[in-house]
């Protein structure tokens, strides 16, 4: 396999990295993918250079919606790839993928830029990658929230990227000016959702089921006939737990060749919590033993309504050519929702529009997960300490600690048959679920935020005491230690970004000026010196 060129030229990839993404840029040969395919990849960063990348996208990360910050460990690949039929070449055919790299989960954005650059590169090879990265060096900063403008060779696309405090669900309508009118050729309406009732056309009637293994962190494997349906149903059953983050591994598009073949397909222990796309026959044996596999066939045209697809026994699936749906021995633990599946059939008897059923199933989604997290953000809430425990002379007072059989009693009559109507066994679910990856990141990530808080009340009430009287009581190595460890905090509060009342940073240096102003000369001009750790 030939990379023949990388833009910009000094861009730093390990080999091991270029191998991958040389591997991961072609369908498997008996996908059969004639004319043009898009499809997206993910894949590990080498270990070597884990850290190195604090940047800008670091800052901006925090304002982004869980399921769009960046992870550090693994890079995205956008494909494009082209095979027409060519009897001048030896193969007889022209194959050539163009492929982006990123570390931003952005597909429909990127997916789009590579619809308006590859055929056009295909023609003129490498100038006119060249002409392309000068556009992109002139984009505006991914600034959450904020309308961009991305020139690309002739066009411009007018985005916007949602922020963590968007309500869930909603979708930024991306306005014109008059003045713009003229100029922008594309506005998109989401930079990252794929085609939901599209991919989920195929096994339409286990959503729910499917909602349920994602939310557990299930070992899960698609089985589709190309990268393309792979890889969208792999990115469409990571977002069905949106605004839950998917916590472990996924893999849009696996090959034999991935470094973590032999890690995912090994016999000796159980398979991973990790959503594999595959389109190589050879997984229809190597993956038999995984619990839950999902074979996608051909994608319905828009005006078929889905057959009823049995769940079937892992047993009857042989090959990569047997029938679609879901084989599996999982029970459900809550009962089916009957009301979603009628209102999708309705819209395909109806001729409703895609984008109008993906909107619909969304939100259904979104609705059902919200019910399952809203009693666990509620008990969480109330494991903060009283406002008035904090002392400004103490340490932060610290979080209770996360107890299953408490949070469990809330639920009688704090559970989600307040907001859904759907029976079954919701304690079983959430039994389950506290011992899957995606509640240790969930949980994770509540912890830093409300010890944040903490520390954040912490330096309020320090601001709000008189500290320059403090240390007029007190003996000068007293001071000087109080001095210390308030530049100390000030330095934490700025690298963390504490969530403080916007004057507290000001206040606090105030407080260390004032109280450094009234000591000895000698130990001023030490202290002034002094950084932090």
Known sequence: MDKSVIYPQHSKLTDK???????????DSNSGCLGDTQFCFRFRQSSSRRLSLHCMLDQLDRDLPVSLKKDPAYYYGYVYFRQVRDKT???????????????????????????????????KNEPFLEAVCSDVD????PVPGKTLNLPIMGIIMKVQIPTCHDKPGTTHIVQFTHEEDAQISIALPTVHEVDLFKCFCPVFFHIQMLWE???????????????SESSDTVLALVSCISPLKYCSDFRPYFTIHDSEFKEYTTRTQAPPSVILGVTNPFFAKTLQHWPHIVRIGEIKLPGEVPKQVKVKKLKNLKTLDSKPGVYTSYKPYLNRDEEIIKQLQKGVQQKRPAEAQSVILRRYFLELTQSFIIPLERYVASLMPLQKSISPWKNPPQLRQFSQQDFMKTLEKAGPQLTSGLKGDWIGLYRHFLKSPNFNGWFRTRRKEMTQKLEALHLEALCNEDLLFWSQKHTEVE????????KNKLFQADR??????????????????????????????ILLKTGTT
């Not at 990295?17 to 369908?27: A, M, V």
């Not at 002139?138 to 900063?141: G, K």
């Not at 001071?479 to 308030?486: F, Q, R």
């Open 479 to 486: 001071t000087v230690d109080l001095v210390l460890k308030l």
């Open 17 to 27: 990295e270029k191998t991958s993404i040389c591997y991961l840029s072609f369908p």
């Open 89 to 123: 070449l030896k193969r007889g055919y022209f194959q050539k993928s163009l492929v982006l790299i990123s570390k931003l989960p952005y597909i429909h954005l990127f997916h789009t830029v590579l619809r308006h650059i590859a055929p056009e590169y295909f023609v």
């Open 138 to 141: 002139h984009w505006p900063p």
């Open 496 to 525: 963390e970004h504490l969530p403080m009342k916007p004057d507290t940073m000001e206040k606090l240096q105030m407080h260390i000026d004032a109280i450094i102003l009234a000591l000895p000369d000698d130990l001023q001009d």
């Open 213 to 227: 293994l994602v939310l557990l962190g299930e070992p899960v494997v698609v089985m589709a006939p190309s990268p």
